[in-house]
């Protein structure tokens, strides 16, 4: 949920709160609305636990591999001819020496298109292979909300170097544990990640699981 969705979601829980005072205030006798229930969990976190998880990190590794194995073959191009340009330089002709900078200017210009293209690329690579799986888990999420009556439900993660979204969130609001049952994952069975890990989010890292949400008691 990006920052501007989350601003918009505030204010109209405040603007609620305010018309459901000023209604209580103007006629006590009506009947109170139903209460808002909260809840949480952690998109990435759940999104690390799938089976696809590993599958994914290694298609994106291999991708990644393969465009720096690339890039590195043409940057050390350009250093051989440019190399060769300066040591012979002196020598050419100026027909020949115009012909030999154009060429390597062109080389530049290759190597930096092939670095955004290759991102581009990567990008892409990461929604086609995410997207399926955040599909299921939001599919998850909306049964477990409905099953326990949550209005709403909050990604505790705003993603890499970012404030969390939720900065406080009570353990027994925490769906995470329930949301990864109902996908048929057992949260008695994941490993706790290593001390000090960062969680990840984004294109960074697909598959890594996110720092491990508190559980639901």
Request: net charge positive.
């Amino acid at each position: 949920m990006n920052k501007t969705l989350v601003m918009a979601f505030a204010a109209a829980l405040l603007a609620g709160g305010l018309n459901a005072q000023a209604q209580t205030t103007a006629a006590p006798a009506t009947t109170a609305s139903a209460a808002v229930k909260l809840g949480y969990t952690n998109i990435d976190y759940i999104l690390g636990q799938t089976p696809e998880a590993k599958d994914i990190q290694n298609q994106l590794t291999i991708q990644r591999t393969q465009s720096e194995n690339e890039l590195k073959r043409m940057q050390k191009e350009l250093e051989d001819k440019y190399g060769a340009y300066q040591k012979g330089a002196e020598q050419m002709s100026e027909v020949i020496r115009k012909d030999r900078e154009t060429e390597l200017q062109g080389l530049q210009t290759r190597i930096q298109e092939f670095g955004r293209t290759a991102e581009q690329s990567l990008q892409t690579k990461y929604g086609q292979l995410v997207n399926p799986v955040v599909q299921k888990i939001q599919k998850a999420i909306d049964a477990v909300a409905k099953e326990n009556a949550y209005t709403y439900v909050f990604n505790l993660d705003a993603g890499a170097n970012t404030t969390p979204i939720l900065l406080v969130a009570p353990e027994e609001n925490n769906i995470t544990e329930l949301v990864l049952r109902k996908m048929g994952i057992d949260p008695s069975k994941i490993a706790a990640p290593a001390a000090n890990k960062p969680a990840t989010t984004g294109t960074g890292s697909a598959a890594a699981p996110a720092a491990t949400p508190k559980k639901n008691k």
